[in-house]
């Protein structure tokens, strides 16, 4: 269903970003397609800082690109496309070769049955490595207590969204690889729909830019933002919970033992209240956040 949301006016109201980074051996061949599929879609490459011809292999394939100064991050590669791209739908996809363009009409036509984000979700063969699909697996379950919502992949650079929609939370998307995140929680915490269609996830043409060690501790960070973005109550209440249990229980030890109220109960339920109060500032700096 690629007619509905292309024209013969010149009002583009489609545009595909792909942020890239030294991606010369696959970024000519994805864009081809694209343009093949989609002929009046705007296709926007944003060469992040690349030391080799992505950017003019984009060019001569048929794409517009914005090149960046030096490599800022592939969130701010995903900042500039946005605020580049003039369509109403925007896809965003990698120009790896790890997505098929041809999975773009399916995440469309659930676009057009009243959602505003729709994201190709990948398939535990789709998993890059079995310690990333782990790690994936273990994001999505934590996302999905928070929202209360089934997420199937939190963290796929593979989506379709409203344009207006995806600019409201700009300011908060990282400049690093956790954009998708940051997305995900940003549309469930404002409330507009999120759909998931499932893809497969080809190897990446190339070397990855993503390092386990390095990145581990990043990707731990980013736990702790899903919560503080989403709902911070969520995720400091169970902890100021458990340092009270801990406390009552170590009173009930040392009063039992010794007759008398420890030090550490004290610090113990001392914590738990300042945790608690916390979260509470952090839910309060949260609406802030989410008002338009």
């Known amino acids: 269903m690629t007619q509905p949301l292309t024209n013969a006016t010149d009002d583009i109201t489609l545009s595909i970003v792909l942020p890239a980074k030294n991606e010369s051996q696959a970024v000519g061949g994805t864009v081809e397609k694209l343009r093949a599929l989609y002929p009046d879609a705007e296709i926007l490459v ?61 995440l469309l036509e659930r676009l057009e049955q009243g959602f505003d ?19 994936n697996r273990f994001y999505n379950r934590l996302a999905s207590w928070m929202v209360g919502q089934r997420i199937q992949d939190l963290t796929s650079g593979f989506r379709a969204v409203k344009a207006d929609k995806f600019r409201e939370f700009l300011h908060l998307l990282p400049n690093g690889f956790s954009y998708p995140t940051t997305t995900t929680m940003a549309f469930f915490r404002a409330g507009y729909p999120v759909a998931y269609e499932p893809i497969v996830a080809a190897k990446r043409i190339g070397k990855s830019h993503i390092r386990l060690f390095r990145d581990g501790i990043r990707f731990l960070l980013i ?49 738990s209240v300042t945790i608690f109060l916390i979260g509470l500032v952090s839910e309060q700096i949260t609406q802030l956040m989410y008002k338009k």
């Open 46 to 106: 944003v060469n992040d800082g690349s030391t080799d011809d992505t950017g003019s292999i984009s060019e001569a394939a048929g794409a517009t690109v914005i090149w960046q100064p030096y490599s800022m991050g592939n969130g701010a590669a995903i900042k500039a496309g946005a605020r580049h791209a003039t369509g109403k739908v925007i896809v965003f996809m990698d120009a790896d070769g790890q997505h098929d363009p041809a999975d773009i009409p399916r």
């Open 117 to 135: 984000m729709v994201v190709g979700a990948r398939g535990n063969d789709s998993q890059a490595s079995v310690g990333r699909g782990v790690a």
């Open 223 to 271: 736990i702790f933002k899903i919560g503080t973005l989403y709902s911070p109550l969520k995720l400091f209440l169970p902890i100021a919970f458990a340092h009270f249990l801990l406390g009552f229980g170590y009173y009930l030890y040392t009063f039992t033992v010794d007759h008398r109220l420890s030090s550490i109960t004290i610090f113990l339920w001392s914590a």
